[in-house]
C-alpha cells in the first residue's frame, strides 16, 4: 500500500518556524517528483514547493520564496519543507505529494495538484499571535 504520512504541523507565532515532514511507506521517494501544498478554508489547493525526480530542481510559489525550503532524505524515506518567518497568511492544511505511476525518469514539475497521484491526509498549520 503506498502512503504519504505529513507530521510537524501544529501552532505556531508570526516569525517562527516550523518543520515539516512526510514519510513515504510501500515506495521510495528517491526518483519521484514531489511536492507541498496547502489548502486554506475557501481556498483552492496550490503549490508551495516542489521537487524535480533528479538534479534537485526545486519551485517555490513566489509568497513562500526565500522562507521555505524543500528538502529530500533518501536514506528516511522522507521530504521536509522547513518554514521560517511565518505569517499568519500561512495558515493552511499542508499536503505532500507524490508522483509515483508517472515513470518519467527526470521530470520538472510545474507545481500542479493533478502532476502528483499520491497524496498524505494533511496536516495543519496555523500561524497566529
Known amino acids: 500500500q503506498l502512503q504519504l504520512v505529513e507530521s510537524g504541523g501544529g501552532l505556531v507565532q508570526p516569525g517562527k518556524s516550523l518543520r515539516l515532514s512526510c514519510t513515504a511507506s510501500g515506495f521510495t521517494l528517491e526518483y519521484k517528483a514531489i511536492g507541498w501544498f496547502r489548502q486554506a478554508p475557501g481556498k483552492e489547493r496550490e503549490g508551495v514547493s516542489c521537487?524535480?525526480?533528479?538534479?534537485?530542481?526545486?519551485k517555490y510559489a513566489n509568497s513562500v520564496k526565500g522562507r521555505f525550503t524543500i528538502s529530500r532524505d533518501n536514506t528516511n524515506n522522507t521530504v521536509y519543507l522547513q518554514m521560517n518567518s511565518l505569517k499568519p497568511e500561512d495558515t493552511a492544511v499542508y499536503y505532500c505529494a507524490a508522483d509515483v505511476g508517472s515513470g518519467i525518469y527526470f521530470y520538472i514539475p510545474r507545481c500542479e495538484p493533478y502532476e502528483f497521484d499520491t497524496w498524505g491526509q494533511g496536516t495543519q498549520v496555523t500561524v497566529s499571535s
Open positions: 521537487l524535480s525526480s533528479r538534479a534537485g530542481v526545486t
